[in-house]
């Protein structure tokens, strides 16, 4: 018996051995392709032959996150509960869609849209949804009654008809407006599917990034701001966290914003029926002059959505009949105080406007008495 167990003993002596080494190469190469892959994607023109593009790495990240939250029924309830959403868009469909029209429903989640063109009279209703959500999207529609609908468990992007359609509905508005794709899906189906004159909707929206003060009893300095009891917390300012979504937060709170520091405009007007993504900006510079006196707490990004004069849908903070389901974000600053006729100086960069991490932001300070700036530019986020 002795001589079995020595032999098994002589066996896992050397099969830890060889873990070791394995683990030891392995690692090495690990370490090796690591750095060799920094060094790729720093070149462009060497990353296109190994790696997919950031921008669709990103998209990859986002149908595969758009296809667990849009299934969920919690997310769906949400919307199908948000009032004013729903109104909205049984209006638009009303007014919109008519009898014997063709029409593509974009996203379809649990076929709402859908189930309110057909109900106008269309021919016929493609409902697209990569989740899914679909699939109870077509229990809803049987047991409803909805007919004319087909229903199609694919991205937008690998749909096609051989007849064009009457008009694209949708609801692809993120909480940023442009952050769930919606420039690019909806212009890809109207270059490729809708018929010359066509129509989109909603197709108008006025995108707004607006300096705010938080309210007192709710504000949340950044952490290097802070004396909390005479304890002194700036010294932390050099260790600011490099995550971009530190920078930003986001609410659907009434109570969250005191007010607005200056008039309200639109940041950026688009149509869908029109645009090019490629030609959106990626450096947008604007100035506020402070109608309110307050403290600098961040920016708030939110949106209306626009059918006709007398229709639309907003996420705006401050707008007590807006669309509770959406959040409005705010990108946090540090603190600033203002007086009234002061300047806000505000540069919004961004590589990609679906992607978030790739948004940079800062403001400057000007006094109304000089002009000149009184403080240094708070760094790009």
């Known amino acids: 018996m002795t001589g079995p167990r020595l032999s098994y ?12 080494i394995s683990v030891a190469g392995f690692s090495f190469w690990r370490r090796v392709w690591a ?18 593009s950031r921008r669709e790495e990103a998209d990859a990240r986002y149908r595969s996150f758009n296809d667990r939250y849009f299934s969920s029924f919690f997310e769906q309830e949400r919307m199908l509960a948000d009032r004013p959403r729903m109104d909205f868009y049984h209006t638009a469909v009303t007014r919109h869609v008519q009898p014997g029209d063709r029409v593509i429903d974009l996203g379809t989640g649990t076929g709402i849209l859908a ?4 109900r106008q009279g269309a021919a016929k209703v493609y409902a697209i949804d990569h989740s899914q959500i679909i699939e109870q999207a077509k229990t809803l529609a049987a047991h409803n009654a909805i007919e004319n609908v087909e229903f199609v468990a694919v991205h937008s992007k690998e749909f096609s008809l051989e007849e064009k359609v009457d008009v694209i509905l949708h609801e692809q508005m993120g909480d940023c407006l442009f952050d769930e794709a919606m420039v690019a899906n909806v212009t890809d189906l109207r270059d490729r599917l809708l018929k010359p004159g066509g129509l989109i909707v909603p197709s ?3 995108f707004y990034c607006e300096p705010i ?37 986001v609410s659907s709170d009434l109570g969250i914003v005191s007010h607005f520091l200056g008039e309200p405009e639109p940041l950026l007007s688009v149509d869908l029926h029109t645009l090019d993504e490629a030609t959106m900006p990626r450096d947008l510079r604007f100035t506020r002059t402070v109608t309110k006196a307050g403290r600098l707490d961040g920016l708030a990004i939110y949106f209306v959505a626009r059918v006709d004069d007398d229709l639309s849908l907003s996420s705006d903070p401050m707008d007590p009949g807006r669309a509770p389901h959406w959040g409005f974000r705010i990108l946090r600053s540090e603190q600033t105080y203002f007086e009234v ?39 790009l986020r």
């Open 115 to 118: 189930a309110f063109a057909a």
């Open 35 to 52: 750095r060799g892959s920094d060094w790729i994607r720093d070149h462009p023109s060497l990353a296109a032959w190994f790696f997919p």
């Open 9 to 20: 003993a002589g066996f896992h002596m050397f099969y830890q051995r060889l873990q070791r």
């Open 204 to 206: 108008c929206f006025d």
């Open 341 to 379: 006729g002061d300047k806000i100086d505000v540069c919004l960069s961004v590589d990609h406007w679906p992607e978030l991490d790739t948004w940079h932001w800062c403001h400057v300070k000007r006094r109304c008495r000089s002009g000149a700036p009184d403080a240094r530019p708070v760094p």
């Open 213 to 249: 003060q938080v309210r007192n009893d709710r504000v949340v300095p950044f952490i290097w701001e802070l004396n909390v009891h005479g304890v002194d917390y700036s010294c932390l300012m050099n260790e600011r966290p490099l995550e971009a979504d530190y920078y930003r937060f």
